[in-house]
């Protein structure tokens, strides 16, 4: 018997007014894979992100997660989302926004979770700091703390390491790897070509709401003649 997708995509179609952003959109994510979700800007990512989560409503089609319409309350699967536009509390102080979080996910230890990560990014001396007075990238590691801290089952991550030197790109890198073994199924939206290829099962390559591309990683390179990731990227998205 097929196991129940993660992620079910059927049909997916999304208008704003006269504007289409999704055409005809089908994907499925595999509970326990690593699924690179790409494309440039404005061809629809954030959209279908959206309306997974029930943010939006879609005009067609159907956007499942494991096997339903996502309802937040519903904790039999836990739903971590990593937005591109950040959001914290700026005036607050980096260890009571992470002990704050926790409780309200039912960590059962947020303050020693939340000073264990924060040592493990380098930022075990900022834990007294406001939020404010980080930098963006430490900012970033503190909102990624946010999302990944009760280890949930589907990991949603637009551009988590934008803007990071590779030292820290390696090393979210590495705890997004752990949180893979440790079972979460993740979607992982990046324009960094080699974290998809280090990490990623399977990929979707959409652009102005069509899937350019959609399989595993083999077989969209057989696809486009044998290329690497980052010529095919700009092969798609270089097209007019």
Not at 167 to 196: A, F, P, W
């Amino acid at each position: 018997m097929k196991e129940t997708p993660i992620v079910s995509v059927e049909h997916f179609k999304m208008q704003f007014g006269n504007k289409t952003v999704i055409k005809d959109l089908s994907f499925e994510v595999r509970p326990g894979e690593i699924f690179g979700f790409l494309g440039s800007n404005g061809s629809g990512k954030t959209t279908t992100i959206r309306a997974l989560l029930n943010l939006y409503v879609p005009t067609a089609g159907k956007l499942l997660i494991a096997g339903k319409s996502y309802n937040p309350n519903n904790h039999e699967l836990t739903v971590g989302y990593l937005p591109e536009e950040r959001g914290l509390y700026r005036k607050e102080t980096v260890i009571d926004t992470m002990v704050y979080f926790g409780e309200l996910k039912g960590l059962k230890n947020p303050r020693g979770w939340s000073e264990k990560y924060l040592k493990r990014v380098g930022l075990g001396d900022k834990i007294n700091e406001k939020v404010e007075k980080l930098s963006g990238g430490q900012q970033q590691k503190v909102q990624l703390g946010l999302t990944i801290m009760c280890e949930p089952k589907l990991l949603i991550l637009d551009e988590p390491t934008k803007g990071f030197d590779p030292v820290n790109r390696r090393l979210l890198m590495d705890i997004i790897d752990e949180l893979h073994q440790k079972g979460s199924s993740i979607i992982l939206i990046t324009h960094y070509m080699d974290e998809v290829e280090r990490l990623c099962d399977r990929a979707l390559l959409l652009k102005d709401g069509v899937a350019r591309a959609y399989g595993p990683i083999s077989e969209i390179r057989k696809e486009f003649g044998g290329k690497s990731l980052d010529e095919i990227f700009v092969k798609v998205y270089g097209e007019s």
